[in-house]
């Protein structure tokens, strides 16, 4: 009897708060795709980019590729 009455009372309070709530696809969405025209001012001279230094990872993943290109070099001349 408890269940019944449970489930009586959250269908009678989830039924209209969802018949409520029925525009939130389009609540979310609304304005997503609108796009701001972009302001740019060519009278500020723009900073070169900092020169970007090569990490550890790149280096090794450089020096393992040349290896390996190395040992398929010899072996297909030999």
């Known amino acids: 009897m408890?269940?019944?009455f449970l489930i009586g009372l959250m269908f009678?309070?989830?039924?209209?708060s969802i018949k409520a709530s029925d525009n939130t696809f389009e609540e979310t969405f609304e304005g997503m795709f609108d796009s701001e025209e972009l302001f740019y001012d060519s009278s500020v001279a723009m900073d070169p980019p900092p020169p970007v230094p090569l990490d550890g990872g790149l280096t090794a993943l450089i020096l393992a590729g040349s290896a390996a290109g190395y040992r398929y070099y010899r072996k297909k001349r030999a």
């Open 2 to 4: 408890k269940k019944a």
């Open 12 to 16: 009678v309070w989830f039924v209209p």
